[in-house]
């Protein structure tokens, strides 16, 4: 039996305590990290004493259901720990649960607050007395940091019950792990060290150490002073790269030469979209991975899959599936790609599948790749936490992107940011491949008349219904030669066509494409002429470089056209895509070169001026200063993405009606759901509502959260979902 107390076996009392104790072990092994092992290891060794109590025995014994174990090593910790008791308790109490909110004197017993819980009466079955014949107060004087680099020390005693509370879950289930599952701990082995992996990229790399061109010669400079710059001391870094600059590589090369120089666990890349995830990822595996059953490179977002797919070799696959899996669950591999969301609602969270990870953050690189698309309604609460991990977790961050977003005044005033490249200006002069030019048409059949004129060209929206519109319009063959990308597609269907556009350009073939925004970051493309709707100055740059991206053509003969429609057929725009809207064409005024190193800054400034407390929108920073241990609350506030949607699986092909039927059994898993996310399709309420009636979808539970569509002719080929019932198009951005 496991962690068993009242029992006359001897063995089965002494696995509690071996629990208890290597729990400890390993809760102050992880937060020494960041100066605090002697608290990890009280909080290890205290959390589950509960189990002491008749009621657990009981419960072990499937006499009884649900008994609570976690809140006995919060009270405990709250009397024995005077001065720490409250983060003590805090990270005890919540470690199945989540960090709960603190509560207030008045909170009751049942509210599940801590200090609600702390009056708990744990008399009877629950009386946990018992532990103090086992379990010995370890000899060892507590501490907390010093937070004396940032203001407001409310906010760092907040971040650090987090990362404490981490290492506490981590602990216990590993812990738990190794006791009940001691294979699983074989495949969390086998990385390759910091110093190998910058070993292997340096390998690739050097086959491109004799530049021919002068792009590549370029690259090769941009390169070179990234790994110089890697010396450097620890701390806050841009890395400001014009699209076709070789930021990818050059931004990895930096972050792992750094790490091997520093000392640094593992290399973390932040990335906005799943779209760069996926080809940022297959790039770094391609390189860092020699061999086929390593898995040095984890991507963890909310479409990867971990499930076995039927092979030849499928014991082969299922374990490496295995140990991508358990790598993601902590980040304990040297390599981790992630995205914004990911990465910042888990240091904003209270849950421990999202907390878990939290410790292994601490003493790594983290890149911020596209950085000018950190979410603006919480960038202060974002820039902040960046700044905590800089100042007290051992952390240098880069902030990589074309389009630097002007962050140095959101940081604190004693934080330097230290550009890797010593001449941006010069560089943004050299890969300027296009010219701009401001244009406008009466509606979208001119516009769609207008790119029926080029052989080769792009052209991004800012609304799924425009570029429907718009790409009804082309003339060619659909999918062989005029192709549309959105997000009205499935992911799966989307880099389908993405595989076809590719292969059109390569052979000179006619290609014309209509998307949205979804094409501007990371997604490697060259057309010889772009038209990008009017949006934010980023977006226009970024659709830029997708404008002769390799320098085939000379600069002048590059053309990216930035449209306006005078009678758009989307209705009103939203503010997010208005107000960057606005201030781009203020700028267009303003500036000779929209593209210049000033012109983006400005752009910026603007932005951020404007939107003033907006960079906040939730007062997630005031609420923390305020009541910094309302953990719960503060979760359920720190939402990246907000939108009142449903997920619509597609079944149109083979691998669809297999996840299909199995969905319809009443599966769950979270690695079916993932398989199933490449089929899926976001839509808003009222659409999915509209279906819905229509009898257009079917919801397969009371919750509607997986639903399949059941009229496939309202998928297209080219186009993919059509949202609005009445016209056919998609109405939604």
């Given at each position: 039996m496991k962690y068993i107390a009242h029992t006359n076996n001897a063995e089965e009392v002494q696995s509690l305590l071996d629990h208890l104790q290597g729990t400890a072990q390993k809760c102050r092994t992880f937060a020494e990290a960041f100066h605090a092992g002697a608290l990890g290891e009280v909080a290890g060794l205290y959390h589950d004493i509960g189990k002491y109590s008749q009621g657990f025995y009981k419960r072990i014994m499937k006499k009884v259901g649900k008994v609570d174990h976690s809140t006995a090593g919060a009270i405990e910790t709250a009397k024995i720990y005077s001065d720490f008791g409250l983060l003590l308790a805090l990270c005890i109490a919540g470690h199945h649960g989540g960090l709960p909110n603190v509560g207030t004197p008045v909170s009751k017993a049942g509210d599940g607050t801590l200090l609600g819980r702390l009056k708990k009466d744990l008399s009877g079955d629950l009386d946990y007395s018992a532990y103090k014949n086992e379990v010995i107060k370890p000899d060892t004087e507590l501490q907390i940091p010093q937070w004396?680099?940032?203001?407001?020390?409310?906010?760092?005693?907040?971040?650090?019950?987090?990362?404490?509370?981490?290492?506490?879950?981590d602990a216990d289930f590993l812990d738990t792990e190794a006791f009940c599952d001691a294979d699983k701990q074989d495949l969390r082995t086998g990385f390759a060290s910091i110093e190998e992996l910058d070993r292997r990229l340096s390998a690739h790399l050097a086959k491109f150490s004799k530049p021919v061109s002068e792009i590549n010669k370029k690259r090769t400079q941009i390169l070179n002073e990234c790994l110089q710059k890697a010396e450097a001391e620890p701390g806050l870094f841009s890395l400001t790269v014009p699209t076709g600059g070789g930021k990818t590589l050059s931004s990895l090369a930096f972050a792992l030469k750094h790490a091997q120089k520093y000392g640094k666990q593992r290399v973390i890349y932040v990335i906005p979209y799943t779209s760069i995830i996926e080809q940022t990822a297959d790039v770094f595996r391609d390189i860092l991975n020699i061999n086929k059953d390593e898995n040095n490179v984890i991507e963890h977002h909310m479409n990867v899959n971990y499930d076995r797919t039927n092979t030849e070799n499928e014991i082969?696959?299922?374990?490496?599936?295995?140990?991508?899996?358990?790598?993601?669950?902590?980040?304990?591999?040297?390599?981790?790609?992630?995205?914004?969301?990911?990465?910042?609602?888990?240091?904003?969270?209270?849950?421990?599948?999202?907390?878990?990870?939290?410790?292994?953050?601490?003493?790594?690189?983290?890149?911020?790749?596209e950085a000018q698309m950190l979410p603006n309604d919480y960038l202060q609460p974002c820039i902040r936490a960046i700044a905590e991990l800089v100042a007290y977790y051992k952390v240098s961050a880069v902030l990589c992107t074309a389009t630097q977003p002007s962050l140095n005044k959101l940081f604190p005033d004693n934080f330097k940011i230290n550009e890797i490249c010593?001449?941006?200006?010069?560089?943004?002069?050299?890969?300027?491949?296009?010219?701009?030019?401001?244009?406008?048409?009466?509606?979208?059949?001119?516009?769609?008349?207008?790119?029926?004129?080029?052989?080769?060209?792009?052209?991004?929206?800012?609304?799924?219904?425009?570029?429907?519109?718009?790409?009804?319009?082309?003339?060619?063959?659909?999918?062989?030669?005029?192709?549309?990308?959105?997000?009205?597609?499935?992911?799966?269907?989307?880099?389908?066509?993405l595989g076809k556009i590719r292969?059109?350009?390569?052979?000179?073939?006619?290609?014309?494409?209509?998307?949205?925004?979804?094409?501007?970051?990371?997604?490697?493309?060259?057309?010889?002429?772009?038209?990008?709707?009017?949006?934010?100055?980023?977006?226009?740059?970024?659709?830029?470089?997708?404008?002769?991206?390799?320098?085939?053509?000379?600069?002048?003969?590059?053309?990216?056209f930035v449209y306006n429609l005078a009678e758009a057929d989307y209705g009103k725009l939203p503010a997010f895509v208005k107000l960057p809207k606005s201030i781009t064409e203020m700028i267009m005024q303003d500036f000779e070169d929209m593209a210049s190193v000033e012109a983006i800054k400005e752009y910026f400034d603007r932005l951020h001026y404007i939107k003033g407390s907006g960079l906040d929108t939730k007062e997630i920073l005031n609420k923390i200063i305020k009541e910094p241990f309302m953990f719960k609350e503060i979760a359920e506030k720190f939402v990246l993405i907000e939108e009142n949607t449903r997920t619509i699986f597609v079944n149109r092909n083979e691998e669809s009606e297999k996840l299909a039927g199995v969905l319809r059994s009443g599966v769950r898993t979270r690695e079916l759901l993932r398989q199933a996310s490449q089929y899926t399709v976001q839509v808003y309420e009222d659409q999915f509502q509209k279906m819905l009636a229509a009898g257009k979808v079917e919801a397969l539970d009371p919750e509607q959260q997986v639903n399949i569509l059941l009229d496939k002719a309202m998928y297209d080929d080219a186009k993919g979902l059509f949202l609005d019932l009445e016209s056919g198009q998609g109405i939604s951005l």
């Open positions: 004396d680099i940032l203001p407001d020390q409310k906010y760092s005693a907040a971040f650090f019950i987090r990362m404490l509370f981490s290492c506490l879950v082969d696959i299922e374990i490496d599936e295995q140990k991508r899996k358990l790598a993601a669950e902590n980040w304990d591999a040297p390599v981790i790609v992630t995205t914004n969301v990911q990465f910042f609602e888990s240091l904003y969270g209270n849950r421990t599948s999202k907390c878990r990870k939290l410790h292994n953050i601490v003493n790594s690189v983290i890149v911020f790749d010593s001449d941006v200006q010069g560089l943004y002069n050299f890969f300027k491949r296009a010219s701009y030019e401001q244009v406008e048409f009466k509606d979208e059949n001119l516009l769609a008349q207008k790119l029926n004129e080029e052989k080769q060209v792009l052209c991004i929206t800012n609304s799924r219904k425009e570029a429907q519109n718009i790409f009804d319009g082309l003339q060619g063959d659909k999918n062989e030669s005029v192709f549309h990308l959105s997000t009205c597609m499935y992911p799966a269907h989307r880099r389908e066509v292969s059109c350009l390569k052979t000179g073939e006619p290609c014309k494409v209509v998307t949205t925004s979804l094409i501007e970051a990371g997604v490697d493309v060259d057309f010889p002429v772009v038209y990008r709707e009017m949006a934010g100055l980023d977006n226009i740059i970024q659709a830029a470089g997708r404008c002769n991206r390799e320098g085939r053509l000379a600069p002048e003969r590059g053309k990216v």
